[in-house]
C-alpha cells in the first residue's frame, strides 16, 4: 500500500527513536509504554537517529515476527525503503528476524518482550486476562549488559535447558516462578530475578527462586507440575545447552560477489582466501559482502534509480546461498560505509576508487555504529561463535588503531589549545580521613595514595575578564580505598556538583590507573601515585621513609605521571623509564638524603626520557638526580632493590601507534561468546570468572581466570587463534597462555601499577540482587 510523504513529515529531525507497527498494510507508531513489546504475528519500522559529529545520521531496521506473512514482511520492507527515500538515502538499512537481532537492534530496547499473537489475532495481552488461569512459560535471555530478551514458549518441560533461564506465569493460582539452569551465567539469572520482579510489581503474586536440580522442595514440584510432570524430572529429562552452528558459509574467509542487473545471479569477485581490496567495488554496481556473519549488500552511489532494493537482494543472496532466513542482512550506501564493513577490506581509505572510499566513524560510536558509554568500554554483543568473535575482535582492533599516532596528536593538540584559552584556573585537593575531608597543603597537591580517597575541584574560566567561574569535580579512587572514604568521598563529590556548584559544574569519577588526559594534565607532570594509605604524620611534601620505586608514564611533561611499584628488580622493564627514591627517617640530618635515581631502559622513547626526568626532578625536591642507563647499573642500586633479578626486556614490540587492548570474552551459557573491547584498561578489568585476551602487538595473551568453565579454555585458544589468522599475524605475534595468580613479569607490565597480593573474592552480587528483593533461593516472596 502506497504512504504518501506527509506521513514521513518532521520524521528524523531530530535525535532518539520512533517505533511503527505494521497494521493492515499501513504503519502506526507506538506509544512510548509499548516500546520493547513485540508481537511475534507482526512486523515493525524502527529508526534510530542520533548524533555523529555534529550531524544527524540514521539507522533503519524493519523487523520481522516470526508468524509474519509473507505480505506484512513485504509491506515492511518497502516501508523500509520509503524511509530511507525520505531521509536523503544515507541511513544504514537492517533486516531483523525475531529471536536473530542484530547488536544494532538490541541495543536499543532495554527490554524486550515477545507476545504471542499479533494485531489481526486479537490477542489480549497478560494484564487483560489476569486472574482467569492462563499459565505462561518465558524463556529469559541477555544479550548485552542493558538488554533483557523475554519470549514465551511451550509450557512444556520440553522447553527447559540447561543453560537458560525460564519463568513459568501462574495467572489464576497468582503464582510465579524463575528457574535457573545449571550452566545460565550469572548475569542471565539477575535478569531473569528482575524480570519476574517487573511482573508481580504491584500484583501481590507469590514469587519463588529454583534452581536446576531442585528436586526436594515443594515449590518446584509445583512448577514441574505446571509443565505437566508430576514427579520431580531427572536431569537427563532436560535439554543440554545448544550450541548455536552457523551455516558453513558463514565460517569461510570474507567473500565478494557483484550482483546482475535483474538481482538474480551473483557473481563472486574476489580469489578464494585472497584479501579483498576496495578497487572490487565499482561505484555503479550493487555488491554482496559474506562476512563476519553478516550478509552485507553495498550499493554504489552513482547507481541512481536503477539500484534494486538491497534488503530484498540480500534475502535473495541468502536462499541461494543456503544461509537460514534468520541471518542478518544490512544495507549500506558507499560513502557511508560503518567502520567494521571497511576493515574486511586490506586497503581502504587508500587510493582505491580514487581515494572516495571513507569509512563512517563518529565520535562515541564503535565500530558497529554503537554508543560507547564511557572510557574503556567497547561492544557486548550477541553470542558469537569461535570465527564470528574473532573477527569482531579484528575489527574492533583495526578501527582502534584506525589514525593511530594523528588522532592522538590531534587529541593532544585539541587539550592543549583548550587550556591555553582558560583564563583564570585554581585547583583544590581534600582527601578523605575517615568520613571526614582534609585540605591538602600546595606541597602535596599531585601526590595520591591508592589506598585513600581524593577530591579534586578544579575551578576555572573562558571568559575574558574571568569572572564566569566554572567548576569540575573530580572523585579519585584508589585502588585499596576502603569503603568508609569512598563513600565519604562520593558524598562531597554530589555535594559539590549538585547543591553548591549545581548548574555550573560537571562531576568526574576518576579510578586509579585509569585517569583520562584533561585529569592528568591538571598536575603539569607533577602526579604520582604512592602504595598504601596516606600517612598522617609527614610533613608536606615529605615521602614515607623507605625504597620507593616509579614506574613513569606518559609521551609528554603535561600528561606525565608516576605510579609506584614493589620495589625489586623485577618490576624494571627494559621498554620503560623509572625512578628510584630512597627516603630517610624521619628527623634524619640534614645533608643526609640518598640522591634519585633516573633509570632508563633500553627501549624507551625520547619522550619518556623527558618525561621521567621531570618526574624524577619533582620527587627530588631539590636533591641530586642520577641518571642511569639499563646495562650500566652500579651494585648500589641493585642493593636498594633487594638484588638483581630478571625483568622483561621491553613491554612488547608493538607496531607504531598500536596500543594494548583488552578484550573480555564472556560465555553465554554455553551457547557462543561475547566480545568487550578495552582500549583503556587496569588490573581490575580482568574478571575471575572468564577469559581475557591481551594483544600487546608482539604477543597475544589468553589469559584465564580463577573461576572461568573448563569449556571456555579450548574455545579462547581456539578465538586467539583465529583472530591473529583473521588480523594477519598469524605467525608473527607469539601466543602466550596465562593463569590467574601466576602472571609473569612480561604480563604484568603492560598493567600500570599491578598490584601483586592475592585478589580478594569477587561479591556474589546475584545473592546481593535477590537479597534486595527479598527473594532467596527456594523460597517465595509474599
Keep these: 500500500m502506497p504512504v504518501s510523504a506527509p506521513v514521513w513529515t518532521g520524521v528524523g529531525s531530530k535525535a532518539g527513536l520512533r517505533v511503527w507497527r505494521v497494521k493492515d498494510f499501513s504503519l502506526t507508531e507506538e506509544s512510548k509504554q509499548d516500546l520493547g513489546n513485540f508481537f511475534s504475528g507482526d512486523c515493525y519500522l524502527v529508526l534510530d537517529a542520533f548524533l555523529a559529529n555534529g550531524s544527524l545520521r540514521y539507522h533503519i531496521h524493519f523487523w520481522l515476527g516470526k508468524d509474519a506473512t509473507q505480505d506484512e514482511a ?23 528476524p525475531q529471536g536473530s537481532e542484530s547488536p544494532e537492534f538490541l541495543r536499543l530496547f532495554p527490554r524486550l518482550r515477545y507476545l504471542a499473537g499479533g494485531h489481526a489475532s486479537g490477542f489480549k495481552d497478560t494484564a487483560a486476562t489476569r486472574g482467569k488461569g492462563p499459565i505462561r512459560l518465558y524463556q529469559i535471555k541477555s544479550p548485552n549488559k542493558t538488554c533483557v530478551q523475554v519470549f514465551e514458549v511451550p509450557c512444556a518441560l520440553s522447553s527447559l535447558n540447561h543453560g537458560d533461564c525460564f519463568l513459568l506465569e501462574d495467572v489464576g493460582g497468582r503464582l510465579l516462578w524463575v528457574w535457573h539452569g545449571t550452566s545460565a551465567n550469572i548475569r542471565e539469572k539477575m535478569r531473569a530475578v528482575e524480570a519476574a520482579n517487573a511482573f508481580k510489581e504491584g500484583t501481590g503474586i507469590k514469587l519463588s527462586v529454583l534452581d536446576d536440580g531442585d528436586n526436594v522442595s515443594t515449590e518446584a514440584l509445583e512448577f514441574y507440575r505446571r509443565l505437566g510432570c508430576e514427579v520431580h524430572p531427572e536431569p537427563s529429562a532436560i535439554r543440554d545447552a545448544e550450541l548455536d552452528k552457523p551455516p558453513p558459509a558463514l565460517l569461510q574467509p570474507p567473500r565478494l560477489f557483484k550482483v546482475s542487473a535483474d538481482g538474480q545471479g ?18 555503479s554496481g550493487q555488491f554482496v559482502l559474506l562476512a563476519a556473519g553478516a550478509v552485507w549488500v553495498w550499493t554504489g552511489h552513482v547507481c541512481g534509480s536503477s539500484a534494486l532494493p538491497p534488503l530484498q537482494v540480500g534475502s535473495r543472496f541468502a536462499e541461494q546461498q543456503g544461509l537460514p532466513s534468520s541471518s542478518v542482512i544490512k544495507a549500506v550506501k558507499a560513502r557511508f560505509e560503518p567502520g567494521i564493513f571497511a576493515t574486511f577490506f586490506a586497503d581502504w581509505g587508500a587510493a582505491a576508487n580514487g581515494g572516495s572510499l571513507t569509512s563512517f566513524g563518529s565520535a562515541g560510536r564503535d565500530s558497529f555504529g554503537n554508543p560507547i558509554p564511557g572510557p574503556g568500554k567497547g561492544t557486548d554483543d550477541q553470542p558469537y561463535n569461535a570465527e564470528e568473535a574473532a573477527a569482531a575482535m579484528a575489527a574492533l582492533t583495526a578501527e582502534a588503531d584506525r589514525g ?16 591555553a584559552r582558560l583564563t583564570a584556573s585554581r585547583m583544590q ?10 585540605e591538602l597543603p600546595r606541597q602535596e597537591v599531585g601526590q595520591f595514595y591508592d589506598g585513600a580517597s581524593y577530591i579534586v575541584l578544579h575551578t576555572y574560566s573562558t571568559s575574558k575578564d574571568g569572572t564566569d567561574m566554572r567548576y569540575a569535580v573530580y572523585q579519585w579512587q584508589g585502588r585499596r580505598c576502603g569503603p568508609l572514604e569512598a563513600g565519604a568521598a562520593a558524598v562531597m563529590a554530589a555535594d559539590l556538583h549538585r547543591a553548591k556548584y549545581a548548574g555550573r559544574s560537571s562531576l568526574v569519577r576518576v579510578e586509579q590507573n585509569l585517569e583520562p588526559e584533561h585529569f592528568v594534565r591538571l598536575f603539569k607532570g607533577t602526579m604520582m601515585v604512592r602504595s598504601g594509605p596516606r600517612p598522617s604524620n609527614l610533613a608536606p611534601g615529605r615521602s614515607p621513609p623507605g625504597v620507593h620505586l616509579f614506574q613513569v608514564k606518559g609521551e609528554a611533561v603535561a600528561v606525565a605521571h608516576a605510579v609506584e611499584m614493589p620495589p625489586v628488580a623485577s618490576s624494571l622493564c627494559g621498554g620503560d623509564s623509572f625512578v628510584l627514591e630512597r627516603a630517610t627517617e624521619i628527623g634524619a640530618p640534614a645533608g643526609s638524603a640518598e640522591p634519585v635515581v633516573l633509570w632508563t631502559g633500553r627501549g624507551s622513547s625520547a619522550a619518556e626520557r623527558e618525561v621521567a626526568t621531570a618526574v624524577a626532578a619533582a620527587l627530588a625536591a631539590g636533591n641530586s638526580v642520577v641518571t642511569v642507563e639499563e646495562g650500566s647499573e652500579p651494585e648500589s642500586f641493585w642493593e636498594a632493590l633487594g638484588g638483581r633479578a630478571d625483568y622483561p626486556a621491553s613491554a612488547g614490540r608493538r607496531p607504531a601507534n598500536c596500543a594494548p587492548k583488552l578484550f573480555h570474552l564472556r560465555d553465554c551459557a554455553g551457547r557462543g561468546l561475547k566480545v568487550e573491547l578495552h582500549t583503556a584498561f587496569s588490573q581490575d578489568s580482568l574478571v575471575g570468572d572468564d577469559v581475557m585476551l591481551l594483544d600487546t602487538g608482539a604477543e597475544l595473551y589468553v589469559w584465564y581466570g580463577r573461576t572461568c568453565k573448563p569449556h571456555e579454555r579450548p574455545r579462547a585458544r581456539d578465538v586467539a587463534g583465529r583472530y591473529l589468522s583473521a588480523a594477519r599475524r598469524e605467525g608473527v605475534a607469539a601466543l602466550v597462555e596465562v593463569e590467574a595468580g601466576q602472571e609473569p613479569h612480561f604480563f604484568t607490565c603492560h598493567f600500570p601499577g599491578w598490584d601483586g597480593a592475592p585478589v580478594a573474592a569477587m561479591p556474589d552480587v546475584y545473592t546481593e540482587r535477590l537479597r534486595s528483593l527479598s527473594v532467596g533461593k527456594g523460597e517465595a516472596s509474599p
Design 429 to 438: 585537593v581534600w582527601v578523605m580521613t575517615g568520613s571526614s575531608s582534609l
Design 74 to 96: 513485504g509491506s515492511v520492507a518497502i516501508f523500509a525503503a520509503q524511509l530511507d527515500d525520505a531521509l536523503g538515502g544515507g541511513p544504514l538499512q537492517f533486516r531483523q
Design 404 to 419: 593511530g599516532g594523528a588522532a592522538a596528536d590531534a587529541k593532544a593538540a585539541s587539550l592543549d589549545a583548550a587550556y
Design 266 to 283: 551473483f557473481e563472486q569477485v574476489s580469489a578464494e582466501g585472497a584479501p579483498l581490496s576496495a578497487s572490487m567495488l565499482e561505484p
